[in-house]
Antibody, heavy 122, light 109 residues
Framework: QVQLQESGPGLVKPSETLSLTCSVS??????????WNWIRRPPGKGLEWIGY???????NYSPSLESRVSISEDTSKIQFSLSLTSVTAADTAMYYC??????????????WGQGILVTVSS | SHALTQPPSVSVAPGETARIPCGGD??????VHWYQQKPGQAPVLVIS???DRPSGIPERFSGSNSGNTAALTISRVEAGDEADYFC????????????FGGGTKLTVL
């Protein structure tokens, strides 16, 4: 069973950039055919998919965040990262990294990190 | 993209059966996945591809999907099943702006 662990600052000032890293207990995130995702849950709201970096290095982002988000992989350290620019209070949320499996034209998320709470406040 | 509609809450007595619907335009033509999230914990995949149970998920959890409604059914509900439940689809032809349903809070009375 793969394990994922988020890390990064828990407090970010408005208009600044939110940066998180997900460490993966796997031999490599560029093999195995998996998709490495970021998903968040704002307080009192539901889950929101942010985007992924695939094992091929291809990225895909939610249209609502695409202009501000970037997800990248660091294969040497078996990590992938999230960068979200120009944050506002609306970006306050629990952020999760999750492994995605793409089969028969659909993607599910079978392993999740424990999550990290990020608060946007001055 | 197509919105996924879930009721905000469902309540059931212990030992009874809970059914949590997820509505969407012709959702039966897509694969639906279900997640359980308890307070302070990460989501857990409980049903994938409409009705497959991952290893470790009790047989009490089952799924169905047809027409415009998918559903998660929990038989012989226990107090420990109280959680938020989310349906999820991935439509390769959409823009992925609506991946998850809004979520349903299951309350065990």
């Amino acid at each position: 069973q793969v394990q994922l662990q988020e890390s990064g600052p828990g407090l970010v000032k408005p208009s600044e950039t939110l940066s998180l890293t997900c460490s993966v207990s796997a031999n490599s995130i560029s093999s195995g055919g998996y998709y490495w995702n970021w998903i968040r849950r704002p307080p009192g709201k539901g889950l929101e998919w942010i985007g992924y970096v695939a094992y091929t290095g291809h990225t895909n982002y939610s249209p609502s965040l695409e202009s501000r988000v970037s997800i990248s992989e660091d294969t040497s350290k078996i990590q992938f990262s999230l960068s979200l620019t120009s944050v506002t209070a609306a970006d306050t949320a629990m952020y999760y990294c999750a492994r995605g499996r793409y089969t028969y034209g659909s993607l599910d998320f079978d392993s999740w990190g424990q999550g990290i709470l990020v608060t946007v406040s001055s | 993209s197509h919105a996924l509609t879930q009721p905000p809450s469902v309540s059931v007595a212990p030992g009874e059966t809970a059914r949590i619907p997820c509505g969407g335009d012709n959702i039966g033509s897509r694969s639906v996945h279900w997640y359980q999230q308890k307070p302070g914990q990460a989501p857990v995949l409980v049903i994938s591809y409409d009705s497959d149970r991952p290893s470790g998920i009790p047989e009490r959890f089952s799924g169905s999907n047809s027409g415009n409604t998918a559903a998660l059914t929990i038989s012989r509900v226990e107090a420990g099943d109280e959680a938020d439940y989310f349906c999820q689809v991935w439509d390769a032809t959409s823009d992925h702006s609506r991946v998850f349903g809004g979520g349903t809070k299951l309350t065990v009375l």
